[in-house]
């Protein structure tokens, strides 16, 4: 038994991390993030947070706590968040989304654009970037021209680091492969290193803003697109509802939304959002 072990450390390491510790982060990541962790992934909040307890150069998860809980906690806040936040994401992850992006909505709005109408899409939690570059390649696919026409991308995420890696838009070129090579090849420019940086067509089309979706929204205009996919399954059935609800609102009359595979719409949002394909729902009233 280790000494941490020993003075009722529900993980064994070198820091003490109690269950009082455990429900007490828990409880503090909900209440910023939205996030619902289960006693089960205490040892993953353990190894992910040890490293932040080091950096510190704290000795023990409760100084911690006491730490991201204080008026000076902010930071700390977000990089716990960031921390325990699980940024999986590639190009065209789940594809039948980009298929039905291109042949079932894109035209529609390729001839709203061309009329010179507003055409706009949100990424509402987009890591690092590649799902809204994935998004600027299809809508470019449609209208090669969208960047100079009132079309445009917003793409938020919780995570600075990860709204900064976004704007910077490089890539290696392994993470590109599963995008459409003759679209990639067009739309992105050759970096240092066997890198690609995203060209201007798509910097144009993408904007990346940090945004906590159980935080205040501050977009004024509707999107005739969203992708919010495999985040709300992190969260409880209750904010899952909350979610889903303050997206029609901000949807047009037929707009799309795109969901994770794990997920279904739920609460007061079914009412106005109807099945349009797999994980594809559409506000009724176009």
């Known amino acids: 038994m280790t000494a941490a072990a020993g003075r009722g450390s529900i993980v064994e390491g070198e820091f003490v991390f109690t ?16 996030i619902a962790l ?10 992910r947070l040890a490293k932040r307890l080091r950096t510190l150069g704290l000795t023990s998860f409760r100084d911690y706590c006491a730490l991201v ?5 902010v930071d700390e806040r977000q990089k716990m968040t960031a921390a325990l936040t ?25 001839a709203r654009a061309r009329a010179g109408g507003r055409v706009r899409l949100w990424s509402a939690a987009c890591s690092n970037g590649q799902e ?31 709204v900064a890696q976004g704007h910077d838009g490089v890539y290696s070129e392994e993470a590109l492969e599963p995008a459409p090579v003759t679209l990639w090849r067009k739309y992105f420019d050759r970096a240092d290193r066997g890198q690609w940086i ?41 904010t899952q509802e909350r979610v889903w609800k303050r997206f029609t609102p901000l ?12 997920e279904r719409v739920s609460g007061p949002a079914t009412s106005q959002l109807q099945t349009a394909g797999l994980t594809t729902y559409r506000l009724g009233g176009a």
């Open 251 to 262: 949807m047009n009359p037929g707009a799309t939304l795109y969901i994770g595979h794990s």
């Open 69 to 73: 809980e204080g008026v000076d906690g």
């Open 198 to 238: 995203a060209g201007q067509q798509l910097k144009r089309l993408v904007s990346f803003k940090e945004l906590n979706l159980i935080g205040d929204w501050p977009m004024k205009g509707k999107f005739d697109v969203i992708f919010c996919r495999n985040v709300v399954i992190y969260f409880d059935d209750a």
């Open 86 to 110: 699980t940024n999986v994401t590639r190009f065209y992850r789940e594809p039948h989304h980009f298929d039905d992006l291109r042949d079932r909505v894109m035209p529609e709005l390729a």
């Open 38 to 47: 289960n006693e089960g992934k205490a040892a993953l909040v353990y190894s």
């Open 132 to 162: 809204p570059y994935s998004m600027a390649l299809t809508v470019l696919q449609a209208l090669p021209e969208a960047a100079e026409l009132d079309v445009r991308i917003l793409a938020t995420d919780i995570d600075p680091n990860m």
């Open 19 to 34: 269950a009082e510790d455990f429900r007490h982060i828990a409880q503090m990541l909900h209440a910023h993030a939205g």
